[in-house]
């Protein structure tokens, strides 16, 4: 079947701009992640949905980043105001349930300029 | 100090040698992942475990939780192993979040 899909692949943007990055978990799949991966540095939690409780949100770097996760299946993150330091690849994973194995999805490349 | 240690940063060897990623944690978890990452590609899980040992083909997974101590094996190393391995864990307090490491970057040359 199909995997994580993200969209989209690359993106470019200028500093001050406001950008969504878009996740398809697999279908079935009730739990939810985004990370981000910056130049060099190894991946660091973003977010996490689980069913319709609420998002762990602990690892979101600022207010500017905000995520949902409409009807229980596609997520939009959204980072306001983009800095040069937002650049990295954001990557979304989804798995059956909080305790099981996650499914990456091919990552948004961002770049702000 | 970081919760999760990988070593080596860099692995380089012969094809057909045998390979040791050696991951280490300090915090209490409930499951650990080892991820693969090809140059430009995507992370695709290559194991989760919480004790014992699990193998898939050339690979083997191993965790000693009293050591807090996780190994990952590659027998008969070919040049399409080469990527970055990273090992992640789950910890037991707060959330089903993923702590990883810096991750190894292995290099097989034919």
């Known amino acids: 079947g199909a995997g994580v899909s993200q969209s989209p692949s690359n993106k470019v943007t200028e500093k001050g701009k406001d950008v969504e990055l878009r996740c398809d978990p697999i279908s079935g799949h009730t739990a939810l992640y985004w990370y981000r991966q910056s130049l060099g540095q190894g991946l660091e939690f973003l977010i996490y949905f689980q069913g319709n409780s609420a998002p762990d949100k602990s690892g979101l770097p600022s207010d500017r980043f905000s995520a949902e996760r409409t009807g229980g299946s596609v997520s939009t993150l959204t980072i306001q105001r983009t800095q040069q330091e937002d650049s990295a690849v954001y990557l979304c994973?989804?798995?059956?349930?909080?305790?099981?194995?996650?499914?990456f999805g091919p990552g948004t490349r961002l770049t702000v300029l | 100090k970081n919760e999760v240690e990988q070593s080596p940063q860099n692995l380089t060897a012969q094809e057909g040698e045998f390979i040791t990623i050696n991951c280490s944690y300090s915090v209490g978890i409930s499951a650990l992942h080892w991820l693969q990452q090809h140059p430009g590609g995507g992370i695709v899980s290559l194991f989760m475990?919480?004790?014992g040992k699990k193998k898939h083909g050339r690979l083997i997974a191993t965790i000693n939780i009293q050591e807090k101590h996780s190994s990952l094996h590659i027998t008969a190393s070919h040049p399409r192993d080469s990527a970055v391995y990273i090992c992640a864990v789950r910890l037991i307090q707060g959330a089903q979040k993923l702590v990883f490491g810096q991750g190894t970057r292995l290099t097989i040359n034919p």
């Open positions: 994973a989804s798995s059956l349930g909080g305790n099981n194995e996650q499914f």
């Open positions: 475990l919480s004790s």
